[in-house]
């Protein structure tokens, strides 16, 4: 009879936490790197305290960094309301779109301050192989959701290229 997924997952943990933090530390950059995945089933949040990262459940240390974000709008949805017709909008050069959009969205942030914030924190393994945390953070601070190495290498992080940012390292 195969294992339940929480009885695979406490082994997996059992089996980390009995390592010293450098061979947690490696044996993870591995699983990651060669795409084993032996231990993905491991919660990320029990992930990230058995290879030492600091305040996973509420990042507020100083090796956390902090991105708030707002996504660009389409500009044709900016000026939806504007008396502008089609043919203008699409007359607009590139740089007076990306302006109209950037100041749209410093509009946005403006008024809803850090209601969307991400935090990062990476921990690097001996071998200086890096193993990287993104934390989805509550108005009130706490993590929401966290993602983790194998995510990071998969491409689950939060692509903020069509974003305005405002990054800062909490103290």
Known sequence: MPMEPASVSSDLISQL????????????????????????????HELAELLGVPGAEHPNSSEWSFTRYVQRRPVELILEDEDMSPEDIMALTHEERERIQDDDAQEDM????????????????????????????????????????YDYRDGRFRDLSDCLTDSWYSW
């Open 17 to 44: 936490a009995a390592m010293p933090l450098a061979e947690r530390l490696l044996l993870i950059a591995n699983d990651v790197g060669s795409r084993t995945d032996k231990f993905a089933a491991v919660p990320c």
């Open 110 to 149: 403006d008024e809803f301050g850090s209601q969307t914030v991400i935090a990062h924190y990476t921990v690097a393994a001996p071998d200086d192989r890096e193993l990287k945390f993104e934390a989805f953070i509550e108005d009130d601070g706490h993590c929401i959701g966290l993602l983790g190495p």
